[in-house]
T-cell receptor
Framework: NAGVTQTPKFRVLKTGQSMTLLCAQD?????MYWYRQDPGMGLRLIHY???????AKGEVPDGYNVSRLKKQNFLLGLESAAPSQTSVYFC????????????????FGDGTRLSIL | SQELEQSPQSLIVQEGKNLTINCTSS?????LYWYKQKYGEGLIFLMM?????EEKSHEKITAKLDEKKQQSSLHITASQPSHAGIYLC????????????FGQGTTLQVKP
């Protein structure tokens, strides 16, 4: 059972470089999310998607872009990396059920540790 | 300020002791989730609570959501070293928008 897979697991970038983080889920979940985790801050939602071809802003979207071209994949892009984006990034997915689409638990990947120098 | 406050921030207990972690919000919680995270790993889903007064248990872990749906507690009975890790509560406080917020986490150490 792969669940939610994030690639890469580690990456070091220089300020101004760009990169894309990939999240893939094999559970046929409709919803996918990107979070960042910083010490003492818990997890903060960057962007999320409620279905293929749709995305929405979360709590801290600035400096990031996302795309959901396929249901199973959710990409997080950093166009011009900044040191403030040094963090651990987590992807999650959840299924839709019933009238309340957000009452299903989110399943998380193992994270991507990103350092920007 | 943190919209979802966890207390304590860290906890060290002797193996076999009981402990409680609290998660408090000033707003109504629409779905409260408890997760556990081991250092360097992802989050593992523990339990989800939706109804005021709801209580769920799994093995030695019990979670409750108070009647007003503004506070949840996670109780571990007879703690073991395997319970060590970071416990996070997450909730939707904006009525089904999908924008979950998380507490800052509680780090638990269990001394053998």
């Amino acid at each position: 059972n792969a669940g939610v897979t994030q690639t890469p697991k580690f990456r070091v970038l220089k300020t101004g470089q760009s990169m894309t983080l990939l999240c893939a889920q094999d559970m046929n979940h409709e919803y996918m999310y990107w979070y960042r985790q910083d010490p003492g801050m818990g997890l903060r939602l960057i962007h999320y998607s409620v279905g293929e071809g749709t995305t929405a802003k979360g709590e801290v979207p600035d400096g990031y872009n996302v795309s959901r071209l396929k249901k199973q994949n959710f990409l997080l892009g950093l166009e011009s990396a900044a040191p403030s984006q040094t963090s651990v990034y987590f992807c999650a997915s959840s299924r839709r059920q019933g009238a309340n689409p957000f009452d299903q638990p989110q399943h998380f990947g193992d994270g991507t540790r990103l350092s920007i120098l | 300020s943190q919209e979802l406050e966890q207390s304590p921030q860290s906890l060290i207990v002797q193996e076999g002791k009981n402990l409680t972690i609290n998660c408090t919000s000033s707003k109504t919680l629409y779905g409260l989730y408890w997760y556990k995270q081991k250092y360097g790993e992802g989050l593992i889903f523990l339990m989800m609570l939706q109804k005021g007064g709801e209580e769920k248990s799994h093995e030695k872990i019990t979670a409750k959501l108070d009647e007003k749906k503004q506070q949840s507690s996670l109780h571990i009975t007879a703690s073991q070293p395997s319970h060590a890790g970071i416990y996070l509560c997450g909730a939707d406080i904006s009525s089904n928008t999908g924008k979950l917020i998380f507490g800052q986490g509680t780090t638990l150490q269990v001394k053998p």
